[in-house]
């Protein structure tokens, strides 16, 4: 089955620093969906994008589909932005999402 | 406000009390479906609803039961619950499914099972 990796699995920055974050995935997806698990446990739906480029404020996101990844890049980071930011995507007839195992950000003041 | 509910949101129990976790959707959503989060292994799926009286497993159904009555609710029961089911649980649904369809979380339940 599809497998999705993101990288790096840990990140620890300073308050005002930007940031990449890196979801590979080994196939075709027709969905792929971005979140943060708060330090509460609650996910957070971040961006639907299966292709192309959003904006949401200091937080955007790129799916390039043909060459299997996604990037989420956080900009003048915040001590809000801690927790763990999961890729999902949707493959084939899967009823179900598959989810990276995460990337656990830590942003210190 | 769209929402996904899930309750309880805490709940610590003993091994073989029989309990219900239960899911409400105000969005006339079709499908719903329930994850298990556990350190190291990310989100498992349990089960899914493709639509009232429709369900299926996914990846990890042992021990779970679940049920589709009514479009808005599809409640998680464990009827003899065990310590390997302590784990955070998330109920998730949808439009429907295929392209196009972003997935909604509920804010997660906390199971420990002593």
């Known amino acids: 089955g599809i497998q999705v990796e993101q990288s790096p699995p840990d990140l620890i920055l300073q308050e005002g620093a930007n940031s990449t974050l890196r979801c590979n995935f080994s196939d075709s997806v027709n969905n792929l969906q971005w979140f943060h698990q708060n330090p509460w446990g609650q996910l957070i739906n971040l961006f639907y994008i299966p292709s192309g480029t959003k904006q949401n404020g200091r937080l955007s996101a790129t799916t390039v589909a043909t060459e299997r990844y996604s990037l989420l890049y956080i900009s003048s980071s915040q001590t809000t932005d801690s927790g763990v930011y999961f890729c999902a995507v949707h493959a084939g007839n899967n009823r179900k999402l598959i989810w990276g195992l995460g990337t656990s950000l830590a942003v210190n003041p | 406000e769209a929402q996904v509910t899930q309750n309880p949101r805490y709940l610590i129990t003993v091994t073989g009390k029989k309990l219900t976790v239960t899911c409400s959707q105000n969005?006339?959503?079709?499908?719903m479906s329930w994850y298990r989060q556990d350190p190291g292994l990310g989100l498992r799926q349990i089960y899914y609803?493709?639509?009232?009286?429709v369900t299926d497993k996914g990846d990890v159904p042992e021990g779970y039961k679940v049920s589709r009555k009514e479009k808005r609710n599809f409640p998680l029961i464990l009827e003899s619950p065990s310590p390997n089911q302590t784990s955070l649980y998330f109920c998730?649904?949808?439009?429907?499914w295929g392209g196009g369809q972003p997935q909604h979380f509920g804010d997660g339940t906390r199971l420990s099972i002593l």
């Open positions: 998730a649904s949808s439009p429907g």
């Open positions: 609803s493709m639509n009232v009286e």
């Open positions: 969005m006339n959503h079709e499908y």
